[in-house]
């Protein structure tokens, strides 16, 4: 709904389905639903938590987080500018807002994304609060319930937002071990790294009437395919055919469809054992930084390998996206041939589809067996056009997942190769599922039991490399990037224009040296002088002596051991974290 004239602001509103106007008081008394056309009007945090929670039942968990500016993040206003005008217009902290309540007498804990602060974008705030809702439930054991609206990621966070879908996503899988429900409300909108994490890898997911989810927005799946969007596309009904959600709810219905499924899971309860708590939450005083485990393989100190210290890279980041970009750079075949031995290659998601955008099967390195997963782009256009650019579909997530969980059943080691403009931003990839078929990933590996080595090789486009990239060490070649959107993106949205990309690219701190000191990344390998295309031989020497140094001390490491680290790895990355970054510089 828009308002009206200022003077009368206050007073009316005008549906923005149908244009009409509606007396305030009335529609707030119908939910801000239009009582013309039924348009859902989006919901603040707190009003949403007053529709759903039962009267007097509500405890705010807290919402203060130090400051968080990891980046230094300036486009055309400072990070912190916007983030002041965030909380001036709506009174809120953050994007998210925690508590716990009942609701129908049901225990919960709650945590509401609002859209109007900053798009409702995931940062590392955002992401901490989250995770630490879903360790109150764990601690309490009952049910989680994630209410959705968010555009994704939040740019000005860079690569650390990324992170936070690891790290929600990890909580959710202890609630999973823990036999207590969780549950996603999509509300309009939700899209980009949320909708790829935490709104869809849920035991269920609703959609309120009239929300919008998926992975990529409509105006990129248009400029990507420059064709119109069917009609209804990405829509709550349209999700519901695709069979992407459990259900879809009209406002007035949403809390008792909630009570239900919250009393059903309750009268399942009792004849559960109950788990033992594996870990326990992380607590800390704000403004520090967790103390770094003390096992090696857990990832502790991030370290430029020997090699390029002696020579400093001081090329600017927007050229280093070049070098990333280079059609010569050795893509994953090129390093399968070059690094590893005896590739065997598996094919399929086992669900209807092969996607060429992923490779991956057995292979040796220097003697051990290990599982390769890779994106896998090409040299000339051919190829790429065959590879679909190194974009993987749903079915190539799904095809990577079926090699992870093969992979741990057979006790092999994974190394993932990373190297992906992003997923498939395409229509028939929001068809099958894209989001949820990332997600999935996600929250696989941070419970994967066997040794997981992730590689940055070229490119590392937001959710789409994140969904190989959630591993025990991540290690990163010297000349490539990592990034929560592309240089372009984020100038397009954040800037007047695409043309600001070398300044997107600056500000968004995705070369390697500058996600080791994020500890994003745990290792650069160092490329030969000018860059990997211009000796691929001497690039593979160098990727296959860092392999082994980082995956031998691994390989001792038991499973339950190696899953506990890679959390605590991934658990870093919250606010208290972030605020390291300007101690690094
Ligand atoms: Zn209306």
């Given at each position: 709904m828009t308002a009206t004239a200022p003077r009368e602001e206050q007073l009316w509103s005008r549906c923005a389905g149908c244009a009409s106007l509606l007396y305030r008081k009335r529609l707030r008394r119908n939910l801000?639903?239009?009582?013309?056309?039924?348009e859902h009007a989006r919901l603040g945090a707190p009003e949403r938590l007053r529709q759903l929670v039962?009267?007097?039942s509500l405890r705010l968990l807290p919402d203060r987080l130090p400051e968080v500016d990891p980046l230094d993040f300036v486009d055309v206003l400072p990070y912190p500018h916007r983030l002041t005008a965030a909380r001036a217009s709506?009174?809120?902290?953050?994007a998210v807002v925690c508590a716990t309540a009942t609701i129908g007498g049901h225990p919960a804990t709650l945590a509401v994304m609002d859209f109007r602060f900053l798009g409702g974008s995931l940062g590392c705030a955002v992401g901490e609060l989250i995770t630490r809702a879903a360790e109150r439930a764990l601690d309490d054991r009952i049910p989680l319930i994630l209410i959705t609206a968010s555009g994704g990621a939040r740019m000005q966070e860079g690569a650390l937002s990324l992170m936070q879908m690891a790290t929600v996503s990890q909580a959710i899988a202890a609630l999973r071990e823990a036999g207590l429900l969780t549950v996603s409300v999509l509300t309009d909108p939700t899209y980009g790294g949320v909708a790829a994490s935490f709104a869809t890898n849920t035991d269920l997911v609703l959609a309120e009437s009239g929300a919008r989810m998926g992975f990529a927005g409509p105006r990129v799946i248009r400029q990507v395919t420059g064709r119109a969007l069917p009609e209804g596309f990405q829509t709550a009904d349209f999700l519901l055919r695709q069979g992407q959600v459990d259900m879809v709810v009209l406002r007035r219905s949403l809390r008792g469809r909630l009570v239900a499924l919250l009393a059903a899971t309750r009268a399942g309860r009792p004849t559960r054992p109950p788990v033992p708590r594996q870990e326990p939450a992380p607590r800390r005083e704000h403004g520090t930084a967790l103390a770094r485990p003390a096992d090696p393989a857990a990832g502790g100190d991030a370290a430029i390998a020997p090699g390029a210290g002696d020579t400093p890279t001081v090329r600017d980041a927007w050229d280093t996206v070049r070098m990333a970009r280079h059609p010569g750079r050795p893509t994953t075949l090129d390093y399968l041939d070059s690094v590893f031995d005896g590739f065997v290659e598996l094919h399929g998601d086992r669900l209807g589809g092969d996607c060429p955008a992923i490779v991956g099967g057995v292979a040796r390195l220097a003697g051990r067996h290990v599982m390769v997963i890779g994106h896998q782009k090409g040299h000339t256009t051919a190829e790429l056009v065959a590879r679909n650019f190194g974009m993987a579909s749903p079915a190539g997530h799904r095809k990577a997942l079926r090699l992870m969980r093969l992979a741990a059943r057979l006790g092999l080691p994974v190394v993932t190769l990373v190297d992906t403009p992003g997923a498939d931003p395409g229509v028939s990839a929001e068809e099958q599922g894209q989001a949820a078929a990332i997600a999935e990933n996600i929250l696989t590996l941070t419970v994967l039991p066997t040794p997981v080595l992730a590689v940055i090789t070229g490119e590392g486009g937001s959710g789409g490399a994140l969904a190989l990239a959630v591993a025990d060490r991540v290690l990163m070649l010297e000349n490539a990037v990592y990034s929560v959107i592309s240089p372009e993106g984020c100038a397009a949205i954040l800037w007047?224009?695409?043309?600001a990309a070398p300044q997107a690219a600056r500000a968004l701190r995705l070369t390697a040296p500058d996600l080791c000191r994020l500890g994003v990344v745990d290792e650069v390998v160092p490329e030969p002088a000018t860059a990997a295309h211009d000796d691929p031989a001497e690039t593979a020497h160098r990727l296959r002596a860092a392999l082994l140094s980082n995956l031998l001390p691994l390989l001792d490491v038991p499973p339950a051991m190696l899953v506990r680290l890679r959390r605590q790895r991934f658990r870093r990355f919250g606010a208290a974290r972030a605020g390291t970054w300007a101690g690094a510089r």
């Open positions: 801000d639903v239009c009582p013309e056309c039924g039962d009267p007097g709506t009174g809120l902290a953050e007047p224009d695409r043309s």
